[in-house]
């Protein structure tokens, strides 16, 4: 992986609870990406940002937010987890080539 | 619209033996092609890309991938595999890097090296 970190790496809540996972990265890349993704199985994009004060959403509609204040940070926002919200959330930054974060597990009790 | 396609979910190969996992892409321009490898609990680790010039790409950990144009194909591929080498692996195409800038990924396919 690159210079991506994103925290927790684990965590496990109860639902209703807010959470934010966190990404961040020192490379100073405009374009950051979010995806989920069961174990095992295919990632899907859910947000995407091309900049500061840039948010989209992606192909998978999420429930989570995004905010990209500045450019290193890219925090990834649910506002009361379910445990459909369980998976994994990888952060991702490009260039020519994209690169991935550790991931966060996430399991919503 | 660019897509890409992991056709075997699944590969089992004897350690020793080579290996090739199949991808096929689809894009309305020039392809640039990725192979990523993800190991438990871990994010995507970049393996190789083909972005243009010569069609065999060599990548990281002896892995190395061959673009067919004709056949729109770009297997990864590994002469003598190891036990080490189990993980899943994906398959990326994006068409240029300065347009889209989202990498359509493959559902994935699962390596099993057999000792």
């Known amino acids: 992986e690159a210079d991506i970190y994103q925290t927790p790496r684990y965590l496990v809540i109860g639902t209703g609870k807010k959470i934010t996972l966190e990404c961040s990265q020192t490379m100073g890349h405009d374009k950051m990406y979010w995806y989920q993704q069961d174990p095992g199985m295919e990632l899907h994009l859910i947000h995407y940002?091309?900049?500061?004060?840039?948010?989209e959403k992606g192909d998978l509609s999420s429930e989570s937010t995004v905010s990209r204040i500045r450019t290193e940070h890219f925090p990834l926002t649910l506002e009361s987890a379910r445990p459909s919200h369980t998976s994994q959330y990888l952060c991702?930054?490009?260039?020519?080539?994209?690169?991935f974060g550790p991931g966060t597990r996430l399991t919503v009790l | 619209a660019q897509s890409v396609a992991q056709p075997e979910d699944q590969v089992n190969v004897a350690e020793g033996n080579p290996l090739t996992v199949k991808c096929t892409y689809s894009v309305s321009g020039n392809p640039y092609l990725f192979w990523y490898v993800q190991y438990p609990n871990r994010g995507l680790q970049f393996l190789l890309k083909?972005?243009?010039?010569?069609?065999l790409v060599k990548g990281s950990y002896g892995f190395e991938a061959e673009f067919n144009k004709s056949q729109t194909s770009f297997h990864l591929k590994k002469p003598s595999a190891l036990v080490s080498d189990s993980a899943l692996y994906f398959c990326a195409v994006r068409d240029h890097p300065w347009g889209d800038d989202k990498i359509i990924f493959g559902k994935g396919t699962r390596l099993h090296i057999l000792p």
């Open positions: 991702a930054t490009i260039t020519d080539t994209q690169y």
């Open positions: 940002s091309y900049g500061v004060n840039s948010t």
């Open positions: 083909y972005i243009t010039g010569d069609n």
